[in-house]
């Protein structure tokens, strides 16, 4: 079951450093990549606001309320992964953009760049937030504000149900067992899982670490090639677990097995004992777009309790929220989806994993390069 409508992003830009993204010796290189990826020159209208972003956030279950309010039509090209995004920052022409939603780990690469405006916190519900997102570290800069986080989640491990048990996946360690053997599958991109390894190998955080653990992480890295069943894009994962081909997959979580649940798939996710990473998605204003004002209201809308509500719910996959009038919203207009997304203010909810310090925030490496760390997942990929 997939509802994405992406292309296999697998190699798409991966091999581009951090240098050559940002200084755009990469442009080339990453125009060739992409080239499968792009859906079409971005249209560039009065009445159309152009959006970068992760696929299905330009559905109209979405947008269609700040489409009908301001007389404009959205037009999303979506991209899988940092990297891709990156490269079309830089492939693109300038007003190609005018919102971009990246994930929080890039947003200082795209500030760096000038790819995007300072922001007005006080244009912006922020106050409304958890109080853990109120001032998210890695949207701001020198105390300035970059981005505005729309939704977010955790990523552990995905498991079918009828394979493993929930005391299985206790620990990463149930992927190295027989019982999995040949059935451990990978989402295609080294940082969501290469850091859920490194939490498993004890690095805390995850992303921070020296020459020493990060030799250890590849060596544990590689030791789970026996184990493997495959590589998949974003949408195959949604097959691979319904069809069995995969049985456990780590560096995903409840994006994915939301909407397999309810199609009846015996899958769950978790966040196993040794923590979790979280991935964000954040709404900026691209510095070279023509439209500024109709993309702050469109940040201003994804931020706000309608948008919110619609955002967590969003038809490719579900997310976390982290406006708290958007899980009032929830609880009074579809109470059964805050539960299913743990939006629930008298029970057991997704904020209690940070109060028990098992979340830890997606970054790039920090003592190692992009490309080492890319490099590492090529080298398991090819054994």
Request: with cysteine.
């Amino acid at each position: 079951m997939t509802k994405f409508t992406i292309t296999d992003p697998r190699g798409l830009g991966l091999g581009l450093n951090r240098r050559q993204i940002i200084q755009g010796a990469g442009a080339l290189a990453g125009a060739a990549a992409l080239g499968g990826l792009a859906t079409g020159p971005a249209v560039s209208q009065e009445n159309v606001l152009n959006i970068l972003t992760w696929p299905g956030h330009g559905d109209p279950a979405f947008v269609k309320p700040f489409e009908d309010e301001h007389g404009v039509k959205i037009v999303a090209k979506e991209y899988v992964g940092g990297e891709p995004m990156l490269a079309l920052m830089n492939q693109s022409p300038p007003g190609s953009f005018d919102v971009v939603l990246a994930d929080a780990e890039y947003i200082g690469m795209l500030q760096e760049s000038s790819f995007i405006d300072e922001m007005d916190p006080a244009d912006y519900p922020l106050a409304d937030y958890w109080p853990e997102f109120q001032k998210f570290d890695l949207h701001w800069k020198n105390d300035k504000l970059y981005s505005v986080l729309i939704r977010f989640g955790y990523l552990g491990m995905a498991y079918r149900t009828d394979l493993v048990t929930p005391e299985d996946v206790k620990s990463y360690n149930v992927m190295w067992t027989e019982k999995v053997k040949g059935k451990v599958g990978f989402f295609d991109w080294y940082l969501p899982t290469m850091g859920c390894l490194s939490l498993r190998d004890g690095n805390k955080p995850p992303f921070d670490i020296d020459a020493a653990q990060f030799e250890k992480l590849q060596e544990t890295l590689y030791s789970l090639r026996p184990q493997t069943s495959g590589f998949y894009s974003m949408a195959d994962q949604f097959a691979m677990l319904t069809n069995g081909t995969a049985g456990i997959i780590p560096g995903i979580g409840d994006w994915v097995v939301l909407l397999l649940q309810q199609s009846g798939v015996p899958v769950a996710a978790t966040v196993p004992d040794e923590g979790g990473i979280q991935w964000t998605e954040s709404m900026s204003i691209v510095s070279s777009s023509t439209k500024k004002d109709l993309a702050k209201k469109f940040i201003q809308y994804a931020s706000s309790p309608e948008g919110q509500f619609r955002s967590a719910r969003l038809p490719a996959y579900w997310a976390s929220i982290p406006n708290k009038k958007g899980w009032e919203k929830m609880n009074a207009e579809a109470p059964e989806d805050a539960k299913k997304l743990r939006h629930t203010f008298d029970a057991r909810n997704v904020m209690d994993e940070y109060k028990e310090g098992k979340i830890f925030i997606r970054q790039t490496p920090v003592q190692q390069g992009i490309e080492e760390w890319n490099d590492s997942w090529s080298e398991f990929k090819a054994m």
